[in-house]
């Protein structure tokens, strides 16, 4: 199970910082990933981690403005989101695929499990 915090209201040019705790003991195997969706547009790859932090993946959109970090001893992800755009607005979900082999994965449809999303609102 995943729970996804952090969501809010900002402006323009402010930092926010997204978390997703992992209920499962075996967190350390799971590739995280997270996604958004902004009203009427598909779901989209936002940014992933592999299972031992050393490779992450990123939208063009969001390269040098968001980070993914990882302590699989605390089974969380934050995700920090800088210079944040009013084009970042969306509802934001964690997920996580529980094969911890391989790269970070970019294909929603690659994930086992789903947080229940966090919404991100930026004002212009």
């Known amino acids: 199970q995943l729970q996804a915090f952090g969501g809010g209201l900002v402006q323009a040019g402010d930092s926010l910082r997204l978390s997703c705790a992992a209920s499962?003991?075996?967190?350390?195997?799971?590739?995280m990933g997270w996604f958004r969706q902004a009203p009427g547009k598909e779901r989209e790859f936002v940014i992933a981690i592999s299972s031992n932090g050393h490779s992450t993946y990123y939208a063009d959109s969001v390269k040098g403005r968001f980070t993914l970090s990882r302590d699989n001893a605390k089974n969380t992800v934050w995700l920090q989101m800088n210079s944040l755009r009013p084009e970042d607005t969306a509802i934001y979900y964690c997920?996580?695929?529980?094969?911890?082999?391989?790269?970070?994965?970019?294909?929603?449809?690659?994930?086992?499990?789903w947080g229940q999303g966090t919404q991100v609102t930026v004002s212009s």
């Open positions: 997920a996580a695929k529980s094969s911890g082999y391989g790269p970070p994965l970019r294909v929603a449809g690659d994930y086992d499990y």
């Open positions: 499962r003991r075996t967190f350390s195997n799971y590739r």
